[in-house]
């Protein structure tokens, strides 16, 4: 079972059905809305959060607590919503965190949907939200209210900046680190680099250390023998194959560092890697994931935002787990 998370922040006290109710709450306060519906039955089925009229035009919103989804679960929001498409209402996907800007180009192809994100919603309900009594509501918008560049900004300025190819491997394994520690330090060790075995076969790129006695980095050590995160920097143009999984099994051994591993790469792996990842896990019980620019992003955001980066790993090992 799960570690639950016992980090406090805003998004986590506005889970499920709060979020819902107080969205519906500020339209109902909001010039612009009329006729807001609460678990309204559409085609039929109870399937959307919120039907209303914005602007005299009629929407279904549905709501996400999430402040971040991977791509598997962003599909899997647009096929559900997708039943509603053809139908005379503006349909809404809201939720209160960012969409990373790969999912924002995805998203802005579907012609049919809008995206009310962080930022969208703070723009619609500013005036609702200063007058809110809801303390929560307030500290996850509070949040979006800081325009100076952060950490987390220059972070993600220097990764998008680093040319991908073999000539720049070394920039882009430094700029990993960084990232890696300002995310998960001092929850996990800082990262060592470079460090080869006793006999100098495997030498693992970024090493940290796990001594987390609480939450999910916890839980990892404790179902996974992530007793040190092996973190492999590919600054590849093309997309990894099979040969750098192998490669990555390679460091994990049971009684040297662990079980755990992650591959960071700068485009999707091949279909042989992925295949590779599977059989690994299957006849080795080693659990490696990818994690590229996208994910990076998403998890920078979510430490700008107060939130919990290490949810952008669990949502990876959930959909790999579940997709078995």
């Known amino acids: 079972m799960m570690e639950p998370n016992r980090n406090y922040n805003a998004v986590s006290a506005l889970t499920g059905y709060i979020f819902q109710y107080e969205l519906a709450n500020m339209m109902k306060e909001h010039l612009d809305f009329s006729n807001v519906v609460m678990?309204?039955?559409?085609?039929?089925?109870?399937?959307?959060?919120?039907?209303?009229?914005?602007?005299?035009?009629?929407?279904?919103?549905?709501?996400?607590v999430s402040p971040i989804f991977s791509m598997?679960?962003?599909?899997?929001?647009?096929?559900?919503?997708?039943?509603?498409?053809?139908?005379?209402?503006?349909?809404?996907?809201?939720?209160?965190?960012?969409?990373?800007?790969?999912?924002?180009?995805?998203?802005?192809?579907?012609?049919?949907?809008?995206?009310?994100?962080?930022?969208?919603?703070?723009?619609?309900f500013h005036s609702q939200i200063r007058k809110s009594t809801s303390e929560e509501l307030k500290r996850l918008f509070e949040k979006n209210e800081l325009f100076s560049k952060t950490e987390e900004d220059e972070l993600l300025i220097q990764l998008n900046n680093c040319s991908?190819?073999?000539?720049?491997?070394?920039?882009?394994?430094?700029?990993?680190a960084n990232i890696l520690e300002h995310l998960f330090c001092p929850n996990l060790g800082k990262p060592i680099i470079e460090?080869?075995?006793?006999?100098?076969?495997?030498?693992?790129?970024?090493?940290?250390?796990?001594?987390?006695?609480?939450?999910?980095?916890?839980?990892?050590?404790?179902?996974?023998?992530?007793?040190?995160?092996?973190?492999?920097?590919k600054n590849y143009s093309t997309k990894v194959d099979k040969g750098c999984v192998l490669q990555m099994a390679n460091y994990l051994k049971d009684y040297g560092p662990g079980m755990f591993g992650i591959i960071a790469l700068r485009t999707e792996p091949k279909?042989?890697?992925?295949?590779t990842q599977r059989e690994i896990w299957m006849a080795h019980s080693k659990l490696i994931i990818f994690i590229n620019d996208t994910d990076f992003?998403?998890?920078?955001?979510l430490k700008k935002n107060g939130n919990n980066p290490e949810e952008v790993i669990k949502q990876k090992i959930e959909d790999f787990r579940l997709g078995l």
């Open 72 to 124: 598997n679960r962003l599909e899997q929001v647009l096929k559900q919503l997708s039943v509603y498409k053809s139908s005379k209402y503006k349909i809404v996907l809201a939720f209160p965190g960012e969409l990373s800007s790969k999912q924002k180009s995805k998203l802005g192809e579907q012609d049919w949907l809008t995206v009310w994100d962080i930022d969208e919603l703070s723009k619609i």
């Open 271 to 275: 279909e042989s890697a992925i295949h």
């Open 195 to 233: 460090l080869s075995d006793h006999i100098r076969a495997n030498r693992r790129d970024i090493i940290m250390a796990n001594y987390c006695d609480e939450g999910y980095w916890k839980y990892l050590r404790g179902r996974y023998r992530a007793d040190y995160i092996i973190v492999d920097a």
């Open 39 to 64: 678990e309204s039955q559409v085609h039929g089925n109870y399937g959307i959060d919120i039907a209303a009229e914005y602007r005299g035009k009629k929407v279904l919103i549905q709501c996400k």
């Open 164 to 176: 991908k190819g073999n000539r720049h491997w070394m920039a882009y394994q430094k700029i990993c």
């Open 297 to 301: 992003e998403q998890m920078l955001m």
